[in-house]
Nanobody, 117 residues
Framework: QVQLVESGGGLVQPGGSLRLSCAAS????????MGWYRQAPGKQRELVAA???????NYADSAQGRFIISRDNAVKTVTLQMNSLKPEDTAVYFC???????????WGQGTQVTVSA
């Protein structure tokens, strides 16, 4: 059974940093685009950052320059380093694994990030 388990969320002051991790029990995780999405109250879920199997990355404009996504296929982990956090970064953050060729996409249960003084 595939599971994506996020960790590392919490409460942080504006300007602070958090590091989110996602443990992905996907058999061939190296073939998946791994991403972080977020959903704030009353808003749609949005892409924050994604990393392709080859390592190329894609960031939302709001995350560019502040967040860094990385992956370690050997230990099946994806991380999101978030720096210079702002109150508008407050949301539930979800890990996603996607493989269009196999028509498979998996979601984690989410982890809450709250940026507040």
């Amino acid at each position: 059974q595939v599971q994506l388990v996020e960790s590392g969320g919490g409460l942080v002051q504006p300007g602070g940093s958090l590091r989110l991790s996602c443990a992905a029990s996907i058999r061939f995780v190296n073939l998946y685009v791994m991403g972080w999405y977020r959903q704030a109250p009353g808003k749609q879920r949005e892409l924050v950052a994604a990393i392709a199997p080859g390592g190329s990355t894609n960031y939302a404009d709001s995350a560019q320059g502040r967040f860094i996504i990385s992956r370690d296929n050997a230990v099946k982990t994806v991380t999101l380093q978030m720096n210079s956090l702002k109150p508008e970064d407050t949301a539930v953050y979800f890990c996603n694994g996607d493989n269009h060729r196999l028509s498979q996409t998996y979601w984690g249960q989410g982890t809450q990030v709250t940026v507040s003084a």
